[in-house]
């Protein structure tokens, strides 16, 4: 079990790194709505553009960039010919059985591969230049309105966070539990796939019970410490974006709505 | 009846959370085991029924967006109806489980995670036909994804999560009878 480089924070000082956290999360959303909406191969292109600035800017290696992508390209394929062999536009170029290749396919295919691949470079872009507790900070900042709705979202970002330092420490112990059974005999790089699969079944109780421990562990030490449910927390940081963050999301929210409007009404 | 902390529930939620992230990476020494198998169910389901409905439908919706942004599975564009499928897990199975009260908890259990696989997945279906792909969902996508490809899953998890439940309590980390207080 590899440790993921998708999604890994890489620690830097470009200009990228030093924006706020939620600055990048509205922008995110921002170009992801362009990026939903757009239909023209320009605009991808544009797109693509946007996307390669930001990873020059946000000195992220390319490898980290598109690592996923190269991971998952199975996905792709099979989700490409789903949309190709199956999407019936009444002028088929080649027909057999059930298959039905079309031209319209094959666009509609287009499509669907290049979105996802954009959505995840830019997951990817987000997840590289943020650290993970400055992101749950910044989401936790979002869905303040949630509050209006009796929503306790300070409690939300603080269970996200948590789960979000967990993932190491939970991480080596899968690991430490996985070399303690393999000694027992289990059997998980086998080459037969019924060896892998029964490998599997002793490893899952093992895990629950040492992360129910730890969660066990955690509770315990924070209600000694005193926390307790609801009150109004203090945050160490200010809450107002600094300048040159509300100067980036202005940009990008009037870049994104021009590219809109170009694409949508005057190029078509 | 021992009750179980609002703090504690909330770190159990986290701790689940942590493990939507990590047991598919643990199950992908298996071919399509995310699909087959689903892992990242067994979590969602497990916080509902120990912790509620609140905090299993928190863990149905941040596990697989924590999950995305740390991972890149599932990917951003299957994200939404997998959300809903699995906060609808986690709502059911806590509901369910808080208000069924049979003498057997093995029949407790049962009946919530029978109750919370079947409306998740109807609820799933109903919101792919209607929204992430319309028109062009059928009926026999929908029994063939969420019932024939997953059938090993259906079992796995029907078959583990009571045994891990069992193994929780006997270690003394849950209650052996749950609590629920709905407040998040």
Same mark, same amino acid.
């Given at each position: 079990m590899k440790y993921p480089l998708t999604g890994k924070f890489l620690p830097g000082k470009s200009c990228i790194h030093q924006l706020d956290a939620r600055t990048k999360l509205l922008c995110l959303f921002f170009i992801l709505a362009t990026l939903v909406t757009a239909s023209s191969p320009l605009n991808y292109l544009l797109l693509l553009g946007i996307m390669l600035i930001l990873i020059y800017l946000g000195q992220i290696p390319l490898a980290a960039a598109f690592s996923s992508i190269r991971r998952t390209w199975l996905f792709f394929l099979t989700i490409f010919l789903m949309n190709a062999l199956f999407?019936?536009?009444?002028?088929?170029i080649w027909s057999w059985g059930i298959f039905h290749l079309s031209k319209g396919g094959i666009l509609q295919g287009t499509h669907v591969v290049v979105t996802v691949i954009m959505v995840m470079i830019l997951g990817n872009i987000l997840t590289c230049t943020t650290a993970p507790m400055a992101l749950t900070t910044a989401i936790g900042y979002l869905i303040k309105p949630l509050k209006l709705f009796r929503i306790p979202t300070d409690d939300i970002a603080m269970i996200i966070g948590t789960a979000i330092t967990f993932i190491p420490t939970l991480f080596e112990e899968i690991e430490t539990i996985k070399k303690a059974q393999t000694a027992r005999?289990?059997?998980?790089?086998?080459?037969?796939l019924k060896q892998r699969i029964s490998a599997l079944f002793p490893l899952v109780i093992p895990v629950f019970l040492s992360a129910f421990r730890r969660a066990d562990e955690l509770a315990q030490a924070m209600e000694a410490r005193g926390y307790r449910k609801a009150g109004k927390r203090t945050s160490k940081k200010a809450p107002s974006l600094p300048l040159q963050d509300r100067a980036v999301l202005i940009s990008c929210f009037l870049m994104c709505i021009t590219q809109y409007y170009v694409f949508t009404y005057l190029f078509i | 009846m021992i009750k179980m902390s609002y703090v504690k529930k909330s770190i159990i939620t986290a701790v689940c959370i942590a493990l939507c992230v990590l047991l598919p990476m643990a199950f992908h020494?298996? @071919?399509?085991a995310g699909n087959?198998?689903?892992?990242?169910?067994i979590p969602v389901l497990l916080c509902g029924l120990i912790c509620g409905w609140p905090f299993g439908l928190l863990c149905g919706i941040a596990g697989p967006a924590v999950s995305s942004l740390m991972t890149?599975? @599932?990917v951003i564009a299957y994200l939404p109806s997998m959300m809903i499928e699995l906060a609808v897990y986690g709502l059911v199975a806590g509901l369910v489980m808080q208000l069924i009260k049979t003498k057997s908890t093995y029949a407790n259990l049962y009946i919530s995670l029978i109750a919370a696989l079947l409306s998740g997945r109807v609820v799933a279906g109903i919101t792919r036909a209607l929204i992430f792909s319309p028109g062009s969902y059928s009926m026999s996508a929908w029994i063939t994804s969420y019932f024939i490809t997953c059938w090993p899953g259906l079992l796995l998890q029907l078959a583990l999560i009571p045994s891990i439940v069992f193994a929780l309590q006997k270690a003394k980390l849950i209650p052996g009878c749950y609590s629920y207080n709905n407040e998040l």
């Amino acid at each position: 079990m590899k440790y993921p480089l998708t999604g890994k924070f890489l620690p830097g000082k470009s200009c990228i790194h030093q924006l706020d956290a939620r600055t990048k999360l509205l922008c995110l959303f921002f170009i992801l709505a362009t990026l939903v909406t757009a239909s023209s191969p320009l605009n991808y292109l544009l797109l693509l553009g946007i996307m390669l600035i930001l990873i020059y800017l946000g000195q992220i290696p390319l490898a980290a960039a598109f690592s996923s992508i190269r991971r998952t390209w199975l996905f792709f394929l099979t989700i490409f010919l789903m949309n190709a062999l199956f999407f019936d536009d009444g002028s088929p170029i080649w027909s057999w059985g059930i298959f039905h290749l079309s031209k319209g396919g094959i666009l509609q295919g287009t499509h669907v591969v290049v979105t996802v691949i954009m959505v995840m470079i830019l997951g990817n872009i987000l997840t590289c230049t943020t650290a993970p507790m400055a992101l749950t900070t910044a989401i936790g900042y979002l869905i303040k309105p949630l509050k209006l709705f009796r929503i306790p979202t300070d409690d939300i970002a603080m269970i996200i966070g948590t789960a979000i330092t967990f993932i190491p420490t939970l991480f080596e112990e899968i690991e430490t539990i996985k070399k303690a059974q393999t000694a027992r005999g289990a059997r998980f790089e086998s080459k037969r796939l019924k060896q892998r699969i029964s490998a599997l079944f002793p490893l899952v109780i093992p895990v629950f019970l040492s992360a129910f421990r730890r969660a066990d562990e955690l509770a315990q030490a924070m209600e000694a410490r005193g926390y307790r449910k609801a009150g109004k927390r203090t945050s160490k940081k200010a809450p107002s974006l600094p300048l040159q963050d509300r100067a980036v999301l202005i940009s990008c929210f009037l870049m994104c709505i021009t590219q809109y409007y170009v694409f949508t009404y005057l190029f078509i | 009846m021992i009750k179980m902390s609002y703090v504690k529930k909330s770190i159990i939620t986290a701790v689940c959370i942590a493990l939507c992230v990590l047991l598919p990476m643990a199950f992908h020494a298996i @071919p399509n085991a995310g699909n087959i198998l689903g892992p990242m169910h067994i979590p969602v389901l497990l916080c509902g029924l120990i912790c509620g409905w609140p905090f299993g439908l928190l863990c149905g919706i941040a596990g697989p967006a924590v999950s995305s942004l740390m991972t890149g599975m @599932p990917v951003i564009a299957y994200l939404p109806s997998m959300m809903i499928e699995l906060a609808v897990y986690g709502l059911v199975a806590g509901l369910v489980m808080q208000l069924i009260k049979t003498k057997s908890t093995y029949a407790n259990l049962y009946i919530s995670l029978i109750a919370a696989l079947l409306s998740g997945r109807v609820v799933a279906g109903i919101t792919r036909a209607l929204i992430f792909s319309p028109g062009s969902y059928s009926m026999s996508a929908w029994i063939t994804s969420y019932f024939i490809t997953c059938w090993p899953g259906l079992l796995l998890q029907l078959a583990l999560i009571p045994s891990i439940v069992f193994a929780l309590q006997k270690a003394k980390l849950i209650p052996g009878c749950y609590s629920y207080n709905n407040e998040l």
